[in-house]
């Protein structure tokens, strides 16, 4: 059936009962792509049905369906024109794993970043009552994103404004780990408990059973109802919100669905509808393990088992995660704080060993660097793991919350630097040029997994704010058994010394950063290396000298060029007034969105794996003796 569907024009034409059918094959052509390329499996594999009915009743794209996250469309991809493409998911320059504009009609709004849809949603149907136009308007958005401020926001004014949006509750009772909070509580007990619609139903009935004595009763009627309301209407939260409130409803009953779906487009004002499903649907090994298969590397398709390389160093995450283990154990102050993400930062071994000591808030990255700032306020010693990417969601917190009051806090700039296949969307490749501008921060980033542990160490010891950032990677093989020890703030190492000119590089930059160093000195040129550290404060003392020494700089960063390590270095030698005395090139990522792909294809590309550091260098340096002479 699958082989027939080129939009969702074709859906159409089919009995709505064979949808389950094609569903199927839908699921099928799904895991084994994703068992090739990697990718969100178990977000996809639940969200099929929803999508083959929302396309049945709703008549894309003069419609609009915003995904929230956009990570559970690989079906919406596959019956919107993108089959034949479907198994270049997620590889270079192949469909992107997120809906993008540029690839499709359908693709309302590039997602990503979680929690968007129904802001999105709402300013498309101010923009259509604007402009004079009826489409309808859909939001769909996980349980597990509906939990960040960002969406209440959204459902806030929407629900003032009481405009005609639909909003699709996609509820499996899980973030990409179990979902939390009190939001998560409700939602489970409106699905649990049958009670809620009987009670319900029963009470409409009696109501409009009660013979008409009179307006006094008919008030009493509706005052009746409206004060049993909060106790009895199932999704009173969001009726009080604004919104008509329709479920739950079986996410994986098609033409239940549809009938819900088509009755509700058919009323007016904000309606939410929930849908229930289960994540993995169909697939026992993501059935089972949702969390694991949230995105998941490529596995056997048979068994399900994960295709990994044990036998590879261990990542920076899981040394950060035994080495806070480590700390905490000594230190009872210590607590870590996730953004929902307990399996991607490691935290989740120091939730098992530490329960009252760790906090998963929920898809809410600002709350949780002003929940840190109480807790550092009151002595304790706060760790916030959060990938790169989403602290910029965070940024004024830390800003006007953290760094204004000098308040301890330990932030974890995780997954930093380019991560590979999820592509712009979730590139790191900010932080050092929003972090280092902020006053009183000192920012430090390893250059491998031995350095992390005693970065964490000194972290957790400093006082005054603290950020750490290193990339989504392995480790390079360093000791890590070594016993953890400070590192004094601001002090770099230099790691070769060299005459003829001083190559300065940060974090995952400075291994390359040696290897190219030997690619020159087969070419005649003998770099200094120096491992920076520190990109707040930088080791003014050690680059001075260094300047004495080398009239030729070059920096070299995995972030982007535009105010980051390599400025921060320029800056310094104009306030020691020796920015003419020196020249200076800076290596690092260009000042565009770069695209998915697998991480070391994506380095080469923009020039940051050893061998074009090295003829970057060669290059200049030979322009440079060209100018002097
Ligand atoms: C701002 C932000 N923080 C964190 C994430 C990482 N993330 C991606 S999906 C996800 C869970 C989303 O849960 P839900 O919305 O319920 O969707 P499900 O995967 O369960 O279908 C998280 C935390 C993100 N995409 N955006």
């Keep these: 059936m699958l082989e027939k569907i080129n939009d969702p024009k074709d859906l159409k034409k089919l009995d709505i009962k064979d949808l389950s059918i094609l569903a199927g094959e839908i699921r099928s052509e799904i895991v084994k792509v994703v068992s090739v390329t990697g990718g969100h499996l178990s977000s996809n594999l639940g969200a099929v049905d929803l999508t083959l009915a929302l396309h049945y009743v709703f008549d894309a794209p003069r419609d609009k369906i915003v995904w929230d996250v956009g990570h559970q469309t690989y079906a919406h991809k596959l019956i919107t024109g993108r089959r034949g493409r479907f198994h270049t998911l997620r590889k270079h320059k192949g469909l992107s794993g997120f809906p993008k504009r540029e690839e499709s009609v359908y693709d309302v709004f590039d997602s990503g970043h979680s929690s968007t849809s129904i802001s999105v949603a709402l300013g498309i149907a101010c923009a259509r009552d604007l402009q004079g136009e009826d489409y309808k308007v859909v939001a769909v958005i996980g349980d597990g994103s509906m939990t960040s401020g960002v969406a209440f926001e959204g459902l806030n004014q929407a629900g003032g404004l009481k405009k005609n949006i639909i909003v699709i509750l996609n509820d499996n009772e899980m973030s990409i780990s179990k979902n939390v909070g009190a939001l998560s509580k409700y939602l489970t007990k409106l699905i649990t408990n049958p009670d809620y619609n009987k009670l319900y139903q029963n009470l409409k009935d009696l109501l409009q059973d009660i013979p008409v004595i009179g307006d006094r009763i008919v008030d009493l009627g509706k005052k009746m109802t409206e004060g049993l309301k909060g106790v009895f209407v199932p999704g009173a939260l969001f009726e009080e919100m604004g919104f008509r409130y329709f479920g739950p409803v079986d996410g994986h009953n098609i033409p239940e669905m549809a009938d819900v779906m088509k009755k509700v487009s058919n009323l007016e004002g904000p309606r939410l509808i929930h849908v229930v499903t289960k994540k993995g649907r169909g697939f026992k090994p993501a059935e089972d393990n949702p969390d694991v298969f949230h995105s998941s590397p490529p596995f056997d398709l048979e068994t399900g088992i994960l295709k990994t390389q044990p036998a590879a160093p261990p990542s920076f995450a899981r040394v950060f995660s035994r080495t806070l283990i480590e700390l905490a154990e000594r230190d009872e102050k210590i607590v870590a704080i996730t953004a929902a993400m307990s399996l991607g930062t490691g935290l989740e071994d120091f939730s098992k060993k530490y329960p009252q000591r760790f906090f998963d808030v929920g898809i809410a990255e600002e709350h949780a660097m002003v929940f840190a700032a109480g807790l550092a306020l009151e002595g304790m010693k706060p760790v916030v793991a959060i990938y790169s990417t989403f602290l910029q969601r965070a940024y004024d917190q830390v800003l006007h919350d953290i760094c204004l009051q000098n308040l301890s806090v330990v932030i974890i700039s995780a997954h930093s630097g380019i991560v590979g296949e999820d592509g712009p969307t979730h590139h790191g490749v900010f932080d050092l040029s929003y972090l280092r501008h902020l006053p009183g921060i000192t920012v430090m980033a390893p250059k491998d997994e031995a350095e992390l542990r005693h970065m964490l160490k000194t ?70 290396v120096v491992n920076a550290r520190f990109i707040k404060p930088l080791d003014r003392d050690l680059l001075v000298e260094l300047a004495g020494t080398f009239g030729k700089f070059v920096t070299v960063e995995e972030n982007t060029l535009e105010g980051g390590f390599g400025s921060a270095v320029m800056e310094l030698f104009e306030k020691e007034n020796l920015a003419g005395k020196i020249a200076i090139k800076r290596i690092g990522l260009p000042d565009r969105f770069i695209e998915h792909g697998p991480r070391p294809v994506l380095l080469k590309e923009c020039g940051l794996d050893a061998e074009s550091i090295a003829a970057t260098i060669e290059v200049w340096f030979k322009r440079q003796l060209k100018i002097k002479n």
Aim: one cysteine or more.
């Design 459 to 528: 972290a957790c010891n400093h006082k005054g704010p603290v950020a750490i950032r290193y990339p989504k990677d392995r480790g390079v093989g360093a000791d890590i058994s070594v016993p953890l020890k400070m590192i004094d703030i601001g002090l770099a190492e230099v790691l070769k010394k060299g005459g003829d000119i001083a190559v300065l590089g940060i974090g995952s930059m400075v291994y390359p950063c040696l290897k190219a160093s030997e690619i020159l000195e087969k070419e005649g040129i003998k770099p200094c």
